[in-house]
């Protein structure tokens, strides 16, 4: 289990080393599952009395993978479910039959220095809607360019008459046993909607990752978006954990009672 926890604007002096505090009692109960939604309403509870009383402030809480349990273990501590992505999985390569079906188009690989400027009106274009992936500046790009995964020949262009008209970016999971090929980001402009370029993409940037000796392929999607989901079903994804995302707002000088804490492990104390 991994879990993510930000306050935003961030606690200063003393306040921030107690919330360090809490926040890293946190990370070691989500080692053992079991264990991590026992504890978390107590914590979450006093990470959130932190914040009262003093400037408005948000608390978000990612957890992955989550379940119901984790539901309830942040509704008990004062947060709220807000987010929730699946992580789809599927075997590499793609079966010959799905290749053939699919319309084939011509890509090439990202250049550094020349792409960014283009890359990231289509970004912006596709994902006007999207918490993440909006609003994307150059500068955002030319930082992960520097990442040591980053692999420019995993970028995937596909362009029309010189002008981009989407994108496959593929990221390798080294770290994972054996490594996982991620579609990391997959885009096509308004302009070019419904042309069935998406699931050319997806196809390039799978079969891409299966040359490279990638044996699994995996991808993150809103677990609201239905156009996406029936894309990747219709492409052998299915469902292998869910990622989800909590927050705890506190209002400019909020005083108002953490929750109720149950009385020992109660019903957050369940075997995984």
């Known amino acids: 289990m991994s879990i993510v926890i930000r306050i935003d604007p961030p606690l200063g002096g003393p306040l921030a080393a107690q919330a360090d505090a809490i926040i890293q009692a946190l990370v070691r109960a989500a080692d053992d599952p079991a264990v991590a939604v026992s504890v978390w309403p107590s914590h979450l509870a006093d990470l959130a009395a932190l914040v009262r009383d003093g400037d408005t402030r948000t608390i978000r809480l990612i957890v992955e993978p989550a379940d119901e349990r984790h539901d309830a273990a942040a509704s008990a501590g004062g947060f709220s479910r807000v987010r929730e992505l699946y992580q789809l999985r599927r075997p590499l390569p793609l079966e010959q039959a799905l290749i053939d079906a699919t319309p084939a188009i011509n890509t090439r690989s990202f250049v550094p220095g020349a792409d960014e400027t283009a890359w990231v009106e289509v970004n912006n274009r596709a994902f006007a809607w999207h918490e993440d992936q909006a609003g994307w500046t150059v500068a955002d790009l030319v930082a992960r360019e520097a ?7 995993g970028v995937l262009l596909f362009e029309h008459d010189g002008r981009l008209v989407g994108f496959c970016w593929t990221k390798v999971h080294t770290d994972s046993d054996p490594p996982l090929g991620e579609i990391y980001v997959i885009a096509v402009d308004p302009d070019f909607h419904g042309l069935g370029i998406g699931r ?11 040359k490279a000796g990638i044996t699994t392929g995996m991808l993150y999607v809103e677990a609201n978006n ?22 705890f707002v506190s209002e400019a000088g909020d005083r108002s009672p953490v929750p109720n804490q149950p009385a020992g492990p109660g019903p957050y104390g369940l075997d995984r």
């Open 200 to 210: 050319s993409l997806a196809v390039a940037g799978l079969d891409h990752l299966a």
């Open 147 to 153: 990442e040591p995964w980053f692999d420019p020949n």
């Open 226 to 247: 239905e156009p996406a989901l029936r894309l990747y079903r219709s492409l052998g994804f299915r469902v292998h954990h869910h990622q989800r995302h909590y927050i």
